[in-house]
Structures are given as structure tokens and as C-alpha cells.
């Protein structure tokens, strides 16, 4: 069965240093989101891609987070500097297109100290 | 407003109970709906599509009202292993998530 990757599956850093994720999202998939989530709350977009080119980045926070998809395959989220607020669960999903089911890969879960 | 808002929970209920999840959407050109569940520390996944005529897989039945802007989960004969978080997800040209309602199931 087709899976969506995410690398590393666990991070620890220090705040104020630069963090980066990965994310190979399902073969095909057009459509493919970050998101992020704190324990006990529901996921929130931080950047959604459609091919290479961002549909949606209204909530990633631009001073520090940043997002790419060069060749509309897979993906990268920095992070830089760290701050403590940024300890979350950092989930990417894919979807074959806009309007369709979207389906996750197992996370990242960031602590930052 | 957010753009998905879901009863806030938790929910305990005995086995063998029928548990009702309510969600209301705030933008009336969603245009497809689903509901996710996510166990403790895991991934959502989801569980279900739903669509206009409302829609049922074994336990679980779905409905939308779109003149209401509303959602619902309904699961009957409850069991210990439904106990997780259950997401209502809105689609606008994106998947946009509630914040989960818990549900526990107790012996």
C-alpha cells in the first residue's frame, strides 16, 4: 500500500537553531499539505502545494518557517531559529488532487529546549 | 469564526452506546467533507467521505446538511477500540480540520 514518508519521525533541538523536515508524499498526488499539530488540538495548515507552486501559505508564520516543493514531488520544512512554541507534531499529507481525500504520513514531533 | 468548529468533548460513553458528533462548517462553498480519526500520537485517517444523501459503513453513518452548513457522525454500538479523536474536515480547495472531539468507550 502507497504511503506518504516523513523524515526523521522524532527531532530534538535547541531553540534559536535551524530545523528542517522531509516529506515524499504518494505517487501522483498533485496536492500536498503541511500541517501542524499541538497535543489536544485539531491540525492547522501551514502550507498547502498544488504541483511545485503554493496554493495556500496564510498561516505559516514567514519570518522563520519556509516551505518548498521543487519539482512537485517531495518536500522540505525549514524551520529557523527554533523557538519553544515551535514543539509540535509537523504532519505532511498528500492528496491526488485539491478536492480529494487526503491521506498522512506518521509525523514529526519537534521538541524544541 | 473558524471554519470548522466541532462539539469540544470528551465523550465517555459504555459500550455498546450510540454516540452522536456534530460539526458546522463556515464557508458555503466547502465542497467535499470526510470525517478522520486519529489515535493517541498517531496520524489522522481517515474513516469516512460524506456525501449529500448521507452515507453509511457498518457502524458509522455520516450526514451533511448543506443548507445548514453542518455535519454529523454517528456511531452505534460502541466499541472499546472507537475509543479516539474524530475529525471533522472541510474541503475548499484544501483539507481544513476541526480540532477533534475525544471520545473514550469504557468497559
Known amino acids: 500500500e502507497a504511503e506518504v514518508a516523513q523524515s526523521p519521525r522524532y527531532k530534538i533541538t535547541e531553540k534559536s537553531q535551524a530545523v528542517a523536515f522531509w516529506c515524499d508524499p504518494i505517487s501522483g498526488h498533485a496536492t500536498l499539505y503541511w500541517y501542524r499539530q499541538i497535543l489536544g488540538q485539531g491540525p492547522e495548515l501551514l502550507v498547502q502545494f498544488q504541483d511545485e507552486s503554493v496554493v495556500d501559505d496564510s498561516q505559516l508564520p514567514k519570518d522563520r518557517f519556509s516551505a518548498e516543493r521543487l519539482k512537485g514531488v517531495d518536500s522540505t520544512l525549514k524551520i529557523q531559529p527554533a523557538e519553544l512554541g515551535d514543539s509540535a507534531m509537523y504532519l505532511c499529507?498528500?492528496?491526488?488532487?485539491?478536492?480529494?481525500?487526503?491521506?498522512f504520513g506518521q509525523g514529526t514531533r519537534l521538541t524544541v529546549v | 469564526r473558524k471554519e470548522v468548529e466541532q462539539d469540544p468533548g470528551p465523550f465517555n460513553v459504555p459500550e455498546g452506546a450510540t454516540v452522536a458528533f456534530n460539526c458546522t462548517y463556515s464557508?458555503?462553498?466547502?465542497?467535499?467533507f470526510f470525517w478522520y480519526r486519529q489515535d493517541c500520537r498517531k496520524e489522522p485517517k481517515l474513516l469516512m467521505s460524506?456525501?449529500?444523501s448521507g452515507n453509511e459503513d457498518g457502524r458509522f453513518t455520516a450526514q451533511l446538511n448543506r443548507a445548514s452548513q453542518y455535519i454529523s457522525l454517528l456511531i452505534r454500538d460502541s466499541k472499546l477500540s472507537d475509543s479516539a479523536t474524530y475529525l471533522c474536515v472541510v474541503n475548499i480547495d484544501g483539507m481544513r480540520f476541526g480540532a477533534g472531539t475525544r471520545l473514550t468507550v469504557k468497559p
Open positions: 460524506v456525501y449529500s
Open positions: 464557508n458555503s462553498a466547502s465542497q467535499s
Open positions: 499529507a498528500s492528496s491526488l488532487e485539491r478536492r480529494t481525500e487526503a491521506f
